[in-house]
């Protein structure tokens, strides 16, 4: 596998950019270890209990990611992220014993506590929007990495640094 | 590039360090007002084997840790004494001056080291000054052979002080945070050495991934931020009983602590509802108590030395920017204006000035600027320079640096005005490193 890692910041806000501007979509980012290796959501009899690993693949299949994606310096949500946390809210309500935890991310060139701090408030926007779209705030919790856990995406050919980001964990 | 000639210069210097488990330094460029001072090996009553080897050849490392110290300033020139006669014990309070005046050297470092019978060393140095004859300074220690360093480092604070009026130095120590593993999900954890690297230790286990050490004054708790528990929290631990707990009774996330200069209070920061503030809490534990209110995230805080005031980062002008408020959270205004985010400030010992990192594009520099919010300077050239302390004496800033070719985090010093970057020698990798003088 293709290791090297660039600076995703770059990237990512040129794409974000582009994207708010002309409102073309991002390149598709698949979170790398999901890609390909997705078990199948299972077939079985509706309503079977499913793993959380199992849920989780369910999630990114049916609201196309588990993971939404923010400029190096915002908390904001960006259309891409509108649509695909309106997915997670359907899939949310259509699996109502899911519990989710929200896991944010700063970016590399955040300091050590700005990174903790921009994490929280970034997974705190992705809460408020799924309770607003009718999602039990209990069902939710809220946590920041800050630069803990960089994290890595294949764009095309290339593996990037993932930064600034929110990713929706199924924990129960 | 260094000249061949300096090189040669350095390399006699270093000779006799080589191989004696101090690190070798690059000797800086010496101020004309150095002083030439001689370290010759420490006499012994009687070699005597001990836990930390026989005092032979701990007598040996000191001189030789004493040299390394003072070859790390631009105040002395240590001299060559391999051909001049080890002093023998009598001489140590009775020096010859005429052989070191023959010598050329200004000051003389000698003392002794003797086993005791309670199992520790009695270790003595005298400064003498050779010209005019006189001794000009003494320090003696009862320690265990493992503690010989601390005796060194303090005989050489006693010569570094007298030589130039400044504050002591080389008995202080850094703790820091070791990094191993994948740089995805690295294993971090809270470790404690002297400012040399020597007398490493590991503080915590590496389960949970820790952050941001700061020293309690007196040298012997540290605070840190930890996943511990999967639930971001500050921990407060003692370094004698490892005794390690939260420091909080509450569930909120909190990090990024920093001990008042008194030690009684700790600022740190704390989120809820997705906005983060500072805030200040009794060190001994308790409720914390909120000094900014802003709907930005305000983070980061560093107490002045008078305990006065409060360095923060706020980004409720847009950017992060540095902050300055007194320690009740009043008289919130900015001193930052320059373009690009700060990070990491942190209040020199003298109270004068503010380190910090500020990140332009894809690089991150160290600064520091007047408490006031004049004078900015860029001491470091990046490209990923972040998390700054200074020393004790507020002479040098240790910070982290960026190591493309290893892809690893370093700990490294730069004088406090701009200069030679130097690297600390740590077993793994390093970041967020706090630097404490000791106390008694």
């Known amino acids: 596998m293709n290791r090297k890692i ?18 073309v979509r991002l390149p598709v980012i698949f979170p790398l270890g999901r890609d390909g290796a997705q078990p199948a959501p299972p077939s079985g009899i509706p309503g079977a ?16 990611s ?21 997915a997670q809210a359907r899939w949310l309500i259509a699996n109502p014993f899911a519990y989710v935890r929200l896991e944010g991310h700063g970016g590399p060139l955040d300091s050590r506590d700005y990174a903790l701090a921009i994490g929280d408030k970034r997974a705190s926007a992705v809460r408020d929007f799924l309770v607003m779209q009718g999602v039990a705030p209990q069902r939710i919790s809220v946590m920041s990495w800050g630069k803990e856990r960089p994290g890595s995406v294949r764009v095309g050919p290339t593996v990037v640094a993932a930064g600034a980001r929110v990713v929706t964990v199924v924990v129960q | 590039m260094i000249p061949t000639a300096l090189l040669k210069r350095l390399l006699l210097l270093l000779l006799p ?21 001689a370290v010759p090996p420490f006499a012994i009553t009687k070699n005597v084997d001990t836990d930390a080897g026989n005092t032979w050849s701990i007598a040996n490392q000191i001189a030789d840790l004493i040299s390394a110290d003072l070859n790390t300033t631009s105040s002395f020139i240590v001299a060559n004494v391999k051909d001049i006669r080890i002093p023998s014990y009598p001489e140590v309070t009775a020096p010859s001056y005429p052989t070191w005046r023959a010598a050329r050297v200004k000051l003389l470092l000698s003392g002794f080291v003797s086993a005791r019978n309670d199992g520790r060393l009695t270790i003595g140095c005298y400064l003498y000054d050779v010209q005019s004859g006189r001794e000009v300074a003494r320090q003696g220690f009862a320690v265990t052979p493992g503690e010989w360093r601390r005796a060194a480092h303090r005989c050489a604070d006693a010569a570094y002080v007298e030589a130039t009026g400044n504050s002591p ?5 850094i703790a820091y945070v070791a990094e191993s593993g994948s740089p995805d999900s690295p294993v971090k954890r809270l470790a404690v050495m002297d400012f040399d690297g020597a007398s490493h230790s590991y503080v915590t286990e590496g389960d949970a991934t820790v952050m941001s050490p700061s020293w309690s004054p007196t040298g012997n708790r540290v605070a840190y931020s930890s996943f511990r528990d999967g639930r971001l929290h500050v921990r407060i631990v003692d370094l004698a009983t490892r005794q390690d707990r939260p420091l909080l009774p509450v569930n909120e996330p909190s990090f990024g602590p920093a001990f008042s200069p008194d030690g009684r209070a700790i600022a740190l920061s704390m989120s809820a509802e997705g906005n983060t503030d500072i805030f200040t809490v009794d060190s001994s534990g308790g409720y914390p108590r909120r000094l900014t209110t802003s709907q930005a995230i305000d983070t980061s805080p560093s107490y002045s030395p008078d305990g006065n005031r409060i360095a923060f980062v706020s980004d409720r002008s847009g950017s992060p920017q540095i902050y300055v408020m007194d320690f009740d959270g009043s008289n919130q205004r900015r001193i930052s204006f320059a373009p690009g985010a700060y990070g990491s400030p942190t209040w020199s010992p003298d109270g004068e000035r503010i380190a910090f990192t500020r990140t332009e594009g894809p690089t991150s520099r160290i600064g520091t600027i007047a408490a006031g919010g004049s004078g900015e300077r860029i001491v ?10 200074w020393s004790p004496d507020g002479s040098k800033i240790v ?27 740590t077993p793994q990798g390093g970041s967020d490193p706090a630097w404490a003088g000791r106390k008694e």
């Open chain 1, 66 to 86: 588990d993971t939404v994606y923010f400029p190096p310096d915002g908390s904001g949500l960006n259309p891409n992220s509108i649509a695909t946390l309106t």
């Open chain 1, 49 to 64: 209990p499913m793993s959380t690993g199992a849920m989780q693949a369910d999630l990114v299949v049916k609201a196309g």
């Open chain 2, 399 to 425: 910070f982290q640096q960026y190591d493309a070719a290893t892809r690893r985090t370093l700990l490294a010093t730069v004088p406090a005005d701009g200069g030679e970057v130097r690297a600390i020698p």
């Open chain 2, 380 to 389: 470091t050239s990046g490209p990923r320079d972040e998390e700054p302390e």
């Open chain 1, 6 to 23: 660039l600076f995703a910041a770059a990237i990512l806000a040129a794409a974000t950019a582009t994207a708010a501007a002309a409102q």
């Open chain 2, 169 to 173: 130095r080389f008995d202080s120590r």
């Open chain 2, 17 to 37: 360090l080589l191989g004696l488990g101090t690190a070798p330094a690059l000797a800086q460029e010496r101020s004309p007002t150095a002083s030439v001072i």
